[in-house]
């Protein structure tokens, strides 16, 4: 049992909730042109900390790019209601047990010129971690 992968969960979770309304969610960017792959979630850890004893206390980005502004606004909101849901989800023996939006969507720009806008929240997540043995 390793230390909790909260980013490659929360995209996990993402691609599964959101089905076909989305391409995918992603821990970085590619390296390329964004608009074949629109839209789409970058998930990206940016701070917190571990107390030492069982809680990690994450703080995370959810950006969300579309071909429109309205697009990634509403893709932005749908991610964080759902998202705040995820209250007693467990994975790999870790368990969520808190999610508080820092930050509600917020336009953060990108290259609305070539029709790629981002709207992002920033999240604090309580993970309890399940200590190896």
Known sequence: MGWPDLDAELCDLLTGHFGDDITG????????????ILPLFVIGRFGGGYDGLAVDEASVDVDAYG????????????????????????????????????????????????????????LRIWVHVRRGT
């Open 25 to 36: 969610a992603l821990t970085r960017l590619p390296g390329r042109d964004l608009r074949p």
């Open 67 to 122: 071909a429109t502004q309205e697009g990634a606004l509403t893709l932005a909101g749908r991610a964080v209601v759902y998202l705040t849901g995820l209250r007693n989800h467990t994975f790999d023996g870790h368990v969520i047990t808190r999610v508080q939006v820092s930050t509600s969507p917020m336009r953060r720009p990108y290259d609305s010129k070539n029709q790629v806008h981002r709207y992002g929240s920033a």
